[in-house]
């Protein structure tokens, strides 16, 4: 494992946490947060969202105010039903639960990697990452 993806798995984990997680590992956070790492990283993402027709819906999570829902069909269409089958078959649910969840989590997700209601990458939150596991381990 790289020293991305240890950072990006402290990331994950605080972001779990903060999420109400606890500490225990969820294969669909880690796969919600892997679209983060894809090409574009978070703005890519953003772009596929907006291109979907949910411009408004990640606006709403970017920014600073409340956040609005997004309907599992609508986010399966902007982010491709195979990446959905995919998830789905890799978590053993269905595609239908598996949009659900993402739906239900990618704009709490989003929120908190987007604290100030400015888009960053996973390259922004690196130090913030590092900063936890480093506080976590060596000086906890």
């Known amino acids: ?19 109400g997680g606890g ?3 969820n294969p669909l956070l880690q796969m919600v947060l892997g679209l983060m790492q894809q090409p574009g990283g978070l703005q890519g993402l953003i772009d596929r969202l907006q291109q979907g027709g949910l411009g408004e819906q ?3 999570w970017i920014g600073t105010g409340s956040n609005l829902p997004v309907d599992p069909e ?3 269409q902007a982010l491709g039903g195979d990446w959905m089958s995919a998830l789905a078959a890799q ?19 989003v929120d908190k990697l987007t604290p100030d209601g400015t888009v960053g990458d996973l390259q922004s939150l690196v130090p913030q990452g590092l900063e936890s596991l480093l506080g976590g381990k060596l000086f906890g």
């Open 91 to 109: 978590i053993g649910i269905s595609p239908e639960q598996a949009s659900q969840s993402v739906a239900s989590l990618l704009p709490d997700v």
């Open 74 to 76: 609508q986010l399966q």
């Open 23 to 25: 500490g225990q590992q």
């Open 58 to 60: 990640a606006a709403s």
């Open 1 to 19: 494992m790289g020293l991305l993806d240890q950072l990006a798995g402290g990331i994950g984990g605080q972001l779990l946490q903060q999420l």
